[in-house]
């Protein structure tokens, strides 16, 4: 196959600065023959293509560790690997190392075709040969051979699924992150800073929208006389149970998290005073069914409650204000014996505890 007349052939016969330029050998015509780029061109045609468009000092010679291009550079060629290794990068940290580059593969193609500069680090992991094909040549072969058009774009389509893979790793390892930023590793349920964060913002929604609210505070029993009686270890197990107990009893759109220590926190909202009462003693009754082994025997659990509402028509109140209200109730539960739940039903007064 003959290069079209009208088709110039512009040849780089200087080399850049960094680089040494080289004619194309026998054995990289052999080996173009099964790169992507020449994918399913008879190896007489791709070789008449090549020799057509060029012919000349084509080829690049980079040392290992050369960075042949950096994001927002400006680039006009699709580059083929002859011979060594190469690596591409995006910027962002979670993404990193996107794709490995050897003999056959090409890279360049997506600045060279939208002309907004790289948007990946390319770096020669070894020394390597380069092909170079200038745009300016590179589209002219594909007016002869449009099979290189369609390879082209087989390429491209393979570097955004390896973009979209990253991506998804990307989202994956934010997920887990805000997953170990918002919860307790040993109970699993959410921790003080979400607690912090989400609680203001449900509360100050519900007195926005006219919704009762309930903050309901609670902690284990004698927990330091357990950890005292049986170890740490067994706290631990203590604390998970417990958890889980309290996790098993909630309701949807309840939110619970670990206060601090062995004290949970849970608000509730559309739960006014009798409602959040009647929650809180099923709580309590799933923590008093939980019995954890031991040496000596099983060892049952049990809990104190403290609970303060904020009713529609009563005046707003802050989170910090509504946490104070439910920790009095809480050790006004304490002093009438534990194992019980009292409601703060006003600022000045507490609701009998309940067993």
């Known amino acids: ?4 007349s009208d088709m110039s052939v512009a040849i780089q016969t200087d080399p850049p600065a960094g680089r040494s330029m080289q004619a194309l050998r026998e054995s990289d015509i052999a080996l173009l023959a099964g790169a992507e780029l020449f994918r399913g061109i008879p190896p007489l045609e791709m070789e008449q293509i090549v020799y057509g468009f060029l012919s000349g000092a084509v080829i690049q010679a980079h040392p290992a560790g050369s960075v042949l291009l950096a994001p927002g ?3 006009d060629r699709l580059f083929v690997v002859l011979e060594g290794a190469l690596t591409v990068q995006l910027e962002d940290e979670l993404l990193g190392h996107l794709l490995a580059l050897g003999p056959g593969q090409c890279f360049g193609e997506m600045s060279l075709i939208d002309r907004t500069g790289s948007s990946a680090t390319v770096i020669a992991v070894a020394d390597c040969r380069l092909l170079s094909i200038a745009s300016r040549d590179l589209w002219p072969m ?20 390896s973009v979209n893979s990253a991506l998804i790793r990307s989202h ?4 887990d992150l805000e997953h170990e930023i918002r919860r307790d590793a040993l109970t699993g349920v959410f921790n003080r800073r979400w607690i912090d ?3 203001a913002r449900q509360l100050e929604r519900c007195q926005r929208e006219a919704r009762p609210v309930t903050l309901l505070m609670c902690d284990i029993d004698h927990f330091k006389q357990l950890n005292d009686t049986h170890g740490h270890a067994f706290g631990d197990q203590a604390l998970r149970k417990f958890a889980e107990a309290l996790a098993g009893a909630t309701r949807p759109g309840d939110l619970l998290g670990r206060y601090g220590g062995e004290e949970f926190a849970l608000l509730m909202p559309d739960a006014g005073g009798d409602t959040a009462f009647g929650i809180a003693e099923r709580l309590r009754q799933a923590v008093a069914a939980v019995a954890i082994p031991s040496a000596p025997g099983p060892v049952q659990l049990s809990a104190s409650f403290g609970a303060a509402s904020w009713q529609p028509g009563e005046a707003a109140i802050s989170v910090a204000d509504l946490f104070l209200r439910a920790d009095e109730a ?22 009998q505890p309940d067993r």
């Open 197 to 199: 964060e989400q609680f």
């Open 172 to 175: 994956h390892i934010c997920r």
């Open 142 to 161: 594909m007016r002869v051979e449009p099979l290189l058009a369609f390879n082209l774009m087989q390429v491209l389509s393979g570097r955004l699924r």
């Open 330 to 351: 809480l050790y006004a539960a304490k002093r009438a014996g534990r194992n019980c739940t009292v409601l703060a039903t006003r600022r000045d007064g507490l609701a």
């Open 1 to 4: 196959m003959e290069a079209s």
């Open 73 to 75: 550079c400006a680039n």
